[in-house]
């Protein structure tokens, strides 16, 4: 099981903001960066967030990330049908000595 | 630009091993580490290892109990994941990713994946 803990479901209408949460601990989101990732089961994940909260190129301004002691949050501004996906939050673990992702929220537009 | 191709499919049975390529393309590919995921059939993503494509040195999770084993070949840019005494349990879709200049560093580029399927 996960050490890095989401809300399994989210859901708004077109237009609405959608956050989902990301709960750790000191070892993991407390002590080092966060990354976000948007994922279509069967495809590869991409990358939504880096270092807590930075959008690479090409990823949507609609898309923001902030992290606050040892819980970090996606959000999501104007949901598109499109955005219905599963979304993970990961980073590292300094008691595992290793990467962890979170339990994964499907988002579902409604 | 960055690019990583994965080898196709494989059928394989229990207790056998399996192994997955990772071709790179477009960066240099001993200065980032090469991290392996995973996704069973309706679960989440999970965290399998690294390898320093410089040292070939590798860490991975103590759930595979050293049943896996990364590799990489630098003349060919590409990097290895061998999961052996296969159980049902293993049938997945297996990634690959360019992660960070260093072990902490998370995934930015992801190959498109491979279905490993075990059967009994």
């Known amino acids: 099981q996960s050490v890095l803990t989401q809300p399994p479901s989210a859901s708004g209408t077109p237009g609405q903001r959608v956050t989902i949460s990301c709960s750790g601990s000191n070892s993991n989101i407390g002590s080092n960066v966060v990354s976000w990732y948007q994922h279509f089961p069967g495809t590869a994940p991409k990358l939504l967030i880096s270092m807590n909260d930075q959008r690479p190129s090409g990823v949507a301004d609609r898309i923001s990330a902030s992290k606050s002691g040892t819980s970090a949050s996606l959000a999501i501004s104007g949901l598109r049908s499109e955005d219905e996906a599963d979304y993970y939050c990961?980073?590292?673990?300094?008691?595992?000595?290793?990467?962890?992702f979170g339990t994964g929220t499907k988002v579902t537009v409604l | 630009q960055v690019q990583l191709v994965q080898s196709g499919a494989e059928v394989t049975n229990l207790g056998a091993s399996v192994k997955v390529s990772c071709k790179t393309s477009?960066?240099?590919?001993?200065?980032?580490?090469i991290q392996w995921v995973r996704q069973a059939p309706g679960q989440g993503l999970e965290w399998m290892g690294w390898i320093n494509p410089n040292s070939g040195g590798s860490n991975y999770t103590q759930t595979f109990q050293g049943r896996v084993t990364l590799t990489r070949d630098t003349s060919l840019n590409t990097a290895y994941m061998e999961l052996s005494r296969l159980r049902s349990d293993d049938t997945a879709i297996y990634f690959c990713?360019?992660?960070?200049?260093?072990?902490?560093?998370?995934?930015?580029?992801w190959g498109q994946g491979s279905l490993v399927t075990v059967s009994s």
């Open positions: 990961a980073g590292w673990d300094d008691s595992l000595s290793g990467h962890v």
């Open positions: 990713g360019r992660g960070g200049q260093t072990r902490y560093g998370l995934i930015d580029y």
């Open positions: 477009g960066y240099t590919f001993s200065a980032y580490y």
